[in-house]
């Protein structure tokens, strides 16, 4: 039996997605902080999971929460080197969506809703 090294793909039923830039965009586009937690309620209350995406104000790393459903005002850079806490309800935040039993053509859809 052989073994790739290549990690394998996810199963075709978990649909991972994220919209952080467009190309050449430099910065990514957080979405406010009053708006993101509706939307965040939302998918949460439809049985998908929402990881929280922010950029930390003293180095600029761009984070994603470790566990899903999760955000609070106060999100911490976890790297030792750095450690800062971000007020998120003042620089917005992004997320990855993870969601089940979707092909990318009902979740696009379904994410339009979002979109303005
Ligand atoms: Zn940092």
Same mark, same amino acid.
């Given at each position: 039996?052989?073994?790739?090294?290549?990690?394998?793909?996810?199963?075709?039923?978990?649909?991972?997605?994220?919209?952080?830039?467009?190309?050449?965009?430099?910065?990514?586009?957080?979405?406010?902080? $009053?708006?993101?937690?509706?939307?965040?309620?939302?998918?949460?209350?439809?049985?998908?999971?929402?990881?929280?995406?922010?950029?930390?104000?003293?180095?600029?790393?761009?984070?994603?929460?470790?566990?899903?459903?999760?955000?609070?005002?106060?999100?911490?850079?976890?790297?030792?080197?750095?450690?800062?806490?971000?007020?998120?309800?003042? $620089?917005?935040?992004?997320?990855?969506?993870?969601?089940?039993?979707? $092909?990318?053509?009902?979740?696009?859809?379904?994410?339009?809703?979002?979109?303005?």
């Amino acid at each position: 039996m052989t073994r790739s090294n290549k990690k394998d793909p996810p199963p075709p039923n978990i649909l991972i997605l994220q919209k952080d830039r467009s190309p050449g965009q430099e910065k990514p586009t957080d979405i406010p902080w $009053t708006q993101a937690l509706q939307m965040m309620n939302q998918w949460i209350k439809e049985g998908h999971e929402v990881y929280v995406k922010w950029t930390c104000l003293k180095c600029g790393s761009r984070l994603t929460a470790e566990k899903p459903n999760q955000v609070s005002i106060l999100m911490k850079h976890d790297e030792p080197e750095c450690g800062h806490i971000t007020n998120v309800a003042d $620089t917005g935040i992004g997320f990855m969506l993870v969601m089940r039993n979707q $092909t990318l053509e009902s979740a696009q859809k379904y994410l339009q809703r979002y979109s303005k």
